[in-house]
C-alpha cells in the first residue's frame, strides 16, 4: 500500500485483506439491520457500497483517490464458476432442457431490447446511437468486462472519445442496481405467491441460514480444492484450443464447462474405486467455497469502483439507466416469472435474471444464493442461469454489438 500523486493504491494482498473485511462488515449489516435481511441483499453489496462510498466522499475531501489490484478478483471468479460446474451435470441439463431454451430465448429478446432502450434514450438527448448502445448490453449485460474490451473500438473508429468513461460508469450504476433489484423481486414473489422449494438438500453455493454448523472437515476442504484446480487445468487447455481455433471465451465459461465434463463423465466411473475423486457431489465443502469466492469477487468489485468518475458522466447516463432499470425490472415481474413456470424455481431464476440484466453474472449469482440460502435450494436456477448468463449470451453479445455497429457507421 503506497501513496503517489495523490492516489492510494492497494496491492493484491492488502486488496485480498480488505475484501474479506468488507465481507465481515456487510455480514454485520446484514444482522443488525432487518429490512437487508428481508430483501435479500447480498452481503458483499452491502459491504462494497459502503466503501465504494466512503472512498468517494475521501476523493472529494482530501482529494485522494484510492485504487485496487484487481488480479485476485479474477482468480476468485474463475474459483466461483468452476465450483458450479462440478456441481452439474450433463443430466440436469437433460432435465432443464426446456426452460433453459425458453429462458435462453427471452434473454435474447431482452438484450435487443436492451439496445433499443439505450439507444432511444440517448437519441432523445441529442447523442450519438452508439453512445445508446454503450448504456445497452455492451456495459449493462456485457459488464466491465465488455466495456472495457470494446471502448478502444468505440473512441477509435468510430470517434466516441470518451466511451471507456461512459462504459465504465453505465456498468456501474447497473452492477449497483442489479444488485438491490434481484432479491427484492423474488422475495416478494415467493412470499406473494406462497411458494416453496420442490427439493431439499445441499445448497449449491454457501450454507442455509439455519444451518449454524455445517460439517466440513479439512480432507473435505482440500478434496474440493483439488477438484476446482483439476477442472480449471482442463479449462486452461480448453480455452487456449478454442482461442487457437478462432473462438475467444472468458476463461470462466470454459473453466464452468471443463466442471460439467468432469462431474458428468470422469467422477460417476471413476470415483466407485477411487471413493476421493467424487467431486460430482453437492458437497458442503464445494458450496462454501463457491460462497467465499462469489462473495470476495463481488466485494472487490464494488468497493474498487471510483464513483467520483461516474458523478462527472450522471445527465444523460442517469436518464439511460433509470429507463433500463424501469425495463429490466417490469421484464422480470411480468415476462420472465410467468414464462418460467411461476414456481419457487421461477422466483429464483427472476432474481438472477434481475442480477444479469443489469450487471454481471456474478451479481445474478449473488441475487440467487442470497435468496436460496434465506428459503431454500433451487439446483435448476443454479445450472439454467449461469449456462445461458455466462456462455450463450456472450456470444450473441459479440454478434449484436457488431450488428449494430455495422448498421450505424
Not at 444482522?31 to 428481508?38: E, G, H, K, P, T
Not at 435474447?108 to 448504456?135: D, H, K, R, T, W
Not at 449473488?366 to 435450494?377: E, F, I, K, L, S
Request: net charge negative; glycine share 8%; hydrophobic share 55%.
Amino acid at each position: 500500500m503506497e501513496l503517489v500523486e495523490n492516489t492510494l493504491a492497494f496491492q493484491s494482498f492488502f486488496t485480498v485483506t480488505l475484501a474479506i473485511l468488507v465481507l465481515f462488515i456487510g455480514k454485520g449489516l446484514n444482522m443488525r439491520f432487518a429490512v437487508l435481511r428481508d430483501f435479500n441483499i447480498p452481503e458483499p453489496v452491502v459491504g462494497g457500497l459502503l466503501f465504494s462510498i466512503l472512498f468517494a466522499i475521501i476523493h472529494f475531501t482530501i482529494g485522494i483517490s484510492v485504487e485496487f489490484d484487481l488480479k485476485a478478483r479474477d482468480i476468485m471468479l474463475v474459483y466461483f464458476f468452476t465450483t458450479i460446474g462440478l456441481s452439474s451435470n450433463i443430466m440436469d441439463l437433460v432435465k432443464g432442457g426446456k426452460p433453459l431454451m425458453i429462458l435462453l430465448a427471452a434473454t435474447i429478446l431482452y438484450m435487443i431490447i436492451q439496445n433499443v432502450v439505450g439507444i432511444s434514450v440517448a437519441s432523445l438527448f441529442g447523442l450519438e446511437p452508439l453512445v445508446g448502445m454503450l448504456g445497452g448490453t455492451v456495459s449493462l449485460i456485457g459488464g466491465h468486462g465488455t466495456a472495457i474490451a470494446w471502448a478502444p473500438t468505440f473512441a477509435e473508429q468510430y470517434g466516441i472519445h470518451n466511451a471507456m468513461e461512459i462504459g465504465i460508469a453505465c456498468a456501474t450504476f447497473g452492477l449497483i442496481l442489479a444488485s438491490l433489484m434481484g432479491g427484492p423481486i423474488a422475495s416478494y414473489l415467493i412470499k406473494k405467491h406462497d411458494l416453496k422449494p420442490a427439493e431439499s438438500g445441499t445448497q449449491d453455493v454457501g450454507v442455509s441460514y439455519d444451518d449454524r454448523n455445517p460439517k466440513i472437515d479439512y480432507f473435505a476442504f482440500l478434496h474440493a480444492i483439488l477438484g476446482i484446480h483439476f477442472s480449471i487445468m482442463i479449462g486452461l487447455l480448453l480455452n487456449e484450443s478454442l482461442e487457437e481455433a478462432g473462438l475467444k471465451l472468458p476463461l470462466f465459461v470454459t473453466c464452468l464447462f471443463a466442471g460439467i465434463l468432469i462431474s458428468s463423465f470422469i467422477t460417476p466411473k471413476v470415483s466407485k474405486k477411487f471413493t476421493w475423486l467424487d467431486w460430482n457431489a453437492r458437497s458442503m465443502a464445494m458450496a462454501l467455497i463457491a460462497d467465499i469466492s462469489l462473495g470476495i469477487f463481488l466485494a472487490m468489485s464494488l468497493m474498487s469502483m471510483q464513483l467520483w468518475v461516474i458523478a462527472e458522466l450522471a445527465g444523460p447516463i442517469l436518464a439511460i439507466i433509470t429507463a433500463q432499470f424501469v425495463v429490466a425490472a417490469s421484464i422480470t415481474l411480468f415476462v420472465i416469472f410467468k414464462i418460467m413456470g411461476r414456481t419457487y424455481d421461477a422466483a429464483v431464476i427472476c432474481s438472477g435474471f434481475g442480477g444479469i440484466s443489469l450487471g454481471s453474472t456474478a451479481t445474478a449469482m449473488a441475487n440467487m444464493t442470497a435468496v436460496t440460502n434465506r428459503y431454500g435450494p433451487s439446483h435448476l436456477a443454479f445450472v439454467i442461469v449461469p449456462l445461458v448468463c455466462a456462455f450463450f449470451i456472450d456470444l450473441f453479445n459479440v454478434m449484436l454489438i457488431q450488428t449494430l455497429l455495422s448498421y450505424f457507421s
